[in-house]
C-alpha cells in the first residue's frame, strides 16, 4: 500500500545530542512537509520541500534543519535539542501544494 | 485574532446523536478546507474536504462551507463512541498552499 512511513516511532535523546528524524513515502508525492505538535496544540509547520526547493518558517528555530536526497525520502535534523523541543514530529506529503496532506504516523521525541 | 479559530470544547455527545464541529477562519482568500480526526497519541488523518459553498455528505460526516461567512463546519450524523477524537480544521490558501490548522476541538461520545 502506497504509504507514509517515519521512522523511529519513538525516540529518546539526551539533552543537546544531535538527533534524526526520518520519513519515506511511496505516493510519489511532489511536497513533503514536516510539523511538530505538542500535546494539545495544533501542528506546528516548521519546512517543507516542494521537489527539490526547500522553504523554511520564519519561526522555526536554526536548530532544525532538514534535507531532502530524492523524492521519497526526508530527513529532520535537530542539531542541539533541547527539553522544549520535546513533541511528536509529523511528516505529510502532498501532490501538489493546493492539494490535501496525508500525515504519516509521527515519532514521539523525548528529551532527557 | 487567530487565522484559524475552533470551539474549544470538550464537546460531550451521547451516542446516536449529531456532533456539530465549528470553524471560522479570517483569510478571505482560503480556497481549500480540511476537517481531520486525530485520536491521542497518533497522527491527523484526513476525514473530508471541501472546496465550494454549501454541503458535501460522505457517509455519517457532512462539511459545510459558507465564504460569505468564513465559517466551516463538520456535522457527524449517529455519532459512535469510536467518533471520540480530536478534530482540526484546516485552511489552504493557493498562494504557498500553506496549510493553517484550528486548535482542534476534543469530541467525546458517551455510550
Known amino acids: 500500500d502506497a504509504m507514509v512511513i517515519q521512522n523511529p516511532r519513538y525516540q529518546v535523546t539526551q539533552f543537546g545530542k544531535p538527533v534524526t528524524l526520518s520519513c519515506s513515502q511511496t505516493?510519489?508525492?511532489?511536497?513533503m512537509y514536516w510539523y511538530q505538535q505538542k500535546s494539545s496544540q495544533a501542528p506546528k509547520l516548521l519546512f517543507h520541500?516542494?521537489?527539490?526547493?526547500?522553504?523554511n518558517e520564519a519561526d522555526t528555530p536554526d536548530n532544525f534543519q532538514s534535507r531532502r536526497p530524492n523524492t521519497s525520502f526526508c530527513f529532520l535534523d535537530i542539531r542541539s535539542p533541547g527539553l522544549g523541543d520535546a513533541a511528536m514530529y509529523l511528516c505529510?506529503?502532498?501532490?501538489?501544494?493546493?492539494?490535501?496532506?496525508?500525515f504519516g504516523p509521527g515519532t514521539r521525541l523525548t528529551v532527557t | 485574532q487567530k487565522e484559524v479559530e475552533q470551539n474549544s470544547g470538550p464537546l460531550s455527545v451521547p451516542e446516536g446523536a449529531i456532533a456539530s464541529l465549528n470553524c471560522t477562519y479570517s483569510d478571505r482568500g482560503s480556497q481549500s478546507f480540511f476537517w481531520y480526526r486525530q485520536y491521542s497519541g497518533k497522527s491527523p488523518e484526513l476525514i473530508m474536504s471541501i472546496y465550494s459553498n454549501g454541503d458535501k455528505e460522505d457517509g455519517r460526516f457532512t462539511a459545510q462551507l459558507n465564504k460569505a461567512s468564513q465559517y466551516v463546519s463538520l456535522l457527524i450524523r449517529d455519532s459512535q463512541p469510536s467518533d471520540s477524537a480530536t478534530y482540526l480544521c484546516?485552511?489552504?490558501?493557493?498562494?504557498?498552499?500553506?496549510?493553517?490548522f484550528g486548535q482542534g476541538t476534543e469530541l467525546s461520545v458517551k455510550p
Open positions: 520541500y516542494y521537489d527539490k526547493d526547500f522553504n
Open positions: 505516493l510519489n508525492h511532489n511536497v
Open positions: 484546516a485552511v489552504k490558501n493557493n498562494q504557498g498552499g500553506k496549510l493553517i
Open positions: 505529510a506529503t502532498s501532490r501538489d501544494r493546493s492539494y490535501w496532506q496525508y
